[in-house]
Structure formats: structure tokens, C-alpha cells
């Protein structure tokens, strides 16, 4: 408060130091997840696309996931996935401990932004579950066409043969696993731990080929 003291002639003014400002208390990023059904709009996006008739299981088999998570950037993101019914309160769980972990995806959108093609979508290193298709090479469905699989950064976890083919391309520096960087995943580290909790097993560890971005309910 000031005040004016008044001395003969000359006015004074007297103030009080000002009561230090507190700088406000920032909480946590917290991680924010939801289920629902697949909606109209989303449905005629994945028609065509990651869904079409014939596929083994049906929109009402099928959840939209919008889950919270660490990016390359430091930065907390929305991402979006689509897995089986039957599987959503696992991978939520999931999804969870990977943000509290901090552990960093680059981005998460639905295949469908990538016309359903699933190099493309590993090209752009997305992380991404549900896609109508079958195995490379076969006609056998892929589990990602049940929703009971994720891709998890697949240019820093690529799918590696012992002739040394690498899907995809860019993902030729990280074929050797001793390396360690940002959206890597190690056997002995806690993402494929997460997982496994959960009940989902890593194609890292499959005799060979391997997919180290690959997880599934099956193992397969």
C-alpha cells in the first residue's frame, strides 16, 4: 500500500514492498484414454479401407481408441487406434503405462490416413493396429484384421530377415539392436515388459524373421 506523507512543503510518498508473487504450481501431464464404438463418420472412412466386406470381424467387433502419448517432440499427443472389443481394457492399460514411462511414439492415426496401405503407414513410422489384411506374401489374415495387434514405431522397430531384408527402408539404421535411441524397443526393456503383462507377446523375440514393432494378443 502507499501512502502520502506531507513535510512542510515537500510531499513524500511511502510505499510498501510489494508481497512476492508465487509462481503457480504446474501438474503433471495426465494420461487421458477412452473406448467407444465406431462411429458414422469413422466407419465410411475405414470403409473400403482398413475395413471391407469379407473381413474376419465387424464394425460392431471393433473399438476407437483416443488415447494420450509422449511424442518425439517432448510433447503430449492425441492418438487415435482401433482394436477388437475384446481387447480394449488391455490396451488401454497399455497405453498407460507407456505414458508414464515417457516412452515416445512419433505419431498415432488410423491406417486409413494412409489409404489402409500399410507400407506407407510404416514409411511414415505410424503406429497403428486394426487393418483388414493378410499376412505379407500369403492368404492368411494378419492378426492386425482381427484388431489384435499394434505396430509401434515401425521405422526405429523394423521387420528384419535373416537375408537381411528391412521393412521399411528407413529402418535399415536400427537393424542392428545394440543400438539404443528415441522410440526403440529393447527385449529386456520395459516396453515389451508392458506388453507382457498385459498378455501381448513381441515379435522381437520370434526365431526369425523378427518385427520388432510387432505386439499381439496371439503372438502371431
Not at 500500500?1 to 506531507?6: E, H, P, R, S, Y
Not at 493396429?129 to 489384435?148: D, I, K, L, M, Q
Request: hydrophobic share 40%; aromatic share 10%.
Amino acid at each position: 500500500m502507499a501512502g502520502l506523507l506531507a513535510l512542510g512543503a515537500t510531499a513524500f510518498v511511502l510505499t510498501t514492498s510489494a508481497t512476492p508473487s508465487v509462481a503457480p504450481i504446474q501438474e503433471a501431464p495426465r494420461f487421458q484414454g477412452q473406448a467407444m464404438r465406431i462411429g458414422a463418420a469413422t466407419r465410411e472412412r475405414m470403409t473400403g479401407g482398413s475395413w471391407r466386406p469379407g473381413c474376419p470381424v465387424g464394425f460392431f467387433d471393433l473399438r476407437l481408441l483416443r488415447v494420450s502419448h509422449w511424442g518425439f517432440d517432448g510433447e503430449v499427443h492425441r492418438g487415435r487406434l482401433v482394436v477388437h472389443r475384446d481387447h480394449v481394457r488391455a490396451m488401454l492399460g497399455v497405453m498407460r503405462k507407456l505414458f508414464r514411462l515417457r516412452f515416445p511414439i512419433r505419431r498415432m492415426r488410423l491406417v486409413d490416413a494412409y489409404g489402409a496401405d500399410d507400407r506407407r503407414s510404416m514409411a511414415a513410422d505410424n503406429t497403428s493396429a486394426f487393418n483388414c489384411r493378410f499376412v505379407a506374401g500369403t492368404e492368411v489374415w494378419s492378426e492386425h484384421a482381427y484388431g489384435r495387434a499394434i505396430d509401434v514405431n515401425p521405422i526405429e522397430n523394423p521387420y528384419v530377415t535373416a537375408g537381411g531384408y528391412v521393412s521399411p527402408p528407413a529402418g535399415a539404421r536400427f537393424a542392428r539392436r545394440s543400438r539404443h535411441a528415441k522410440g526403440m524397443i529393447h527385449r529386456r526393456g520395459p516396453v515389451v515388459d508392458v506388453f507382457a503383462d498385459a498378455g501381448w507377446e513381441w515379435g522381437g523375440n520370434w526365431p526369425g524373421p523378427v518385427d520388432y514393432q510387432h505386439f499381439s494378443a496371439t503372438g502371431s
